[in-house]
């Protein structure tokens, strides 16, 4: 009798998590497009988030409160940040916008320098952060939501614990209340 190995969440199944909160339930080709991949990785990737419990069994619906849990407090241990040389890239982590302005007013000196995904279509200069997956930028390029997504899961990996903070309360919110804009009365699901 064969023993059956152990799986293991991968980089790429981030992804999979985050563009399922943007578009819950959707069906793998629109997923794999988006993704810029094969139906068959976003398949093992859903696959995979349902053993680790971070979709919902034989669904592919988002197991809102286990993926805030992880995005906070395991991605970090799960995918450290592997940096590199300065580079031209697409901006991540603080140096996204919208994720770099939840940090204005605070006390970090972790900021000071831009971080990007190395790609040639990329407008920023700073030092290299491997992407979680290898088509990330070209997916944040295409699709804005999902960059933000992306960026504020980098600063959760690449941040000092202030930052983490102030990114982990936003990433937890949008997790929690769904990744549109949060506005008053809705519900958590």
Known sequence: MRTPSQLTLRPFDVAVALRLLLEP???????????????????????????????????????????????????????????????????????????????????VSDVARALVWPDQAGTQRGDMLVPLFPAAPRVALRDTRMHELLAAVDAMRAGSTAVRRVVGEHLAQRVLWGAGEVTAGQSAS
């Open 25 to 107: 339930e959707d069906r793998y080709e629109p997923m794999a497009d988006a993704l810029a991949t094969s139906t068959s990785a976003v398949h093992r990737g859903v696959s995979r988030l349902q053993s680790a419990g971070l979709l919902r069994a034989a669904s592919r619906t988002v197991a809102r409160s286990a993926l805030r849990e992880f995005l906070v407090h395991g991605v970090r241990y799960a995918f450290p940040p592997v940096r590199g040389h300065d580079a031209l890239g697409v901006p991540t982590a603080w140096s996204h916008t919208q994720v770099g302005a939840l940090l204005q007013g605070e006390t």
